[in-house]
Nanobody
Framework: QAQLAESGGGSVQAGGSLRLSCTPSGYSVSSGIMAWFRQAQGKEREGVAGIRDGLAVTTYAESVRGRFPISRNNAKTTVYPQMNNLKPEDTAVYYC????????????????WGQGTQVTVSS
């Protein structure tokens, strides 16, 4: 049973930046499939970005492409979405997910989930 520890959420003004982090235990960043999702109040959970094999392959939602690059540490134990040029519409609870059956931005493809971290962007 993997566990995902998330951190890095907070409040920021539009145009600002935040960096989230996700450190899985019992799951390999190097060889696995992980993703970030977000859920705004009253809306369905949507995919933001995904990685496979420790950044060998990445995928991004159109709404964040170019603004939310994902990186990892050299030890390949933590994944970091760097959220730049944040917009009020980016306000949501952000979730890290792991063990995807395929590299996808569909929540149904993932087995393990973090507890979520709130990101609030004010205009």
């Amino acid at each position: 049973q993997a566990q995902l520890a998330e951190s890095g959420g907070g409040s920021v003004q539009a145009g600002g930046s935040l960096r989230l982090s996700c450190t899985p235990s019992g799951y390999s960043v190097s060889s696995g499939i992980m993703a970030w999702f977000r859920q705004a109040q009253g809306k369905e959970r949507e995919g933001v970005a995904g990685i496979r094999d420790g950044l060998a392959v990445t995928t991004y939602a159109e709404s964040v492409r170019g603004r939310f690059p994902i990186s990892r540490n050299n030890a390949k134990t933590t994944v970091y979405p760097q959220m730049n040029n944040l917009k009020p519409e980016d306000t949501a609870v952000y979730y890290c997910a792991a063990e995807g059956s395929t590299l996808s931005l569909s929540p149904a493809r993932y087995t393990y989930w973090g507890q979520g971290t709130q990101v609030t962007v004010s205009s």
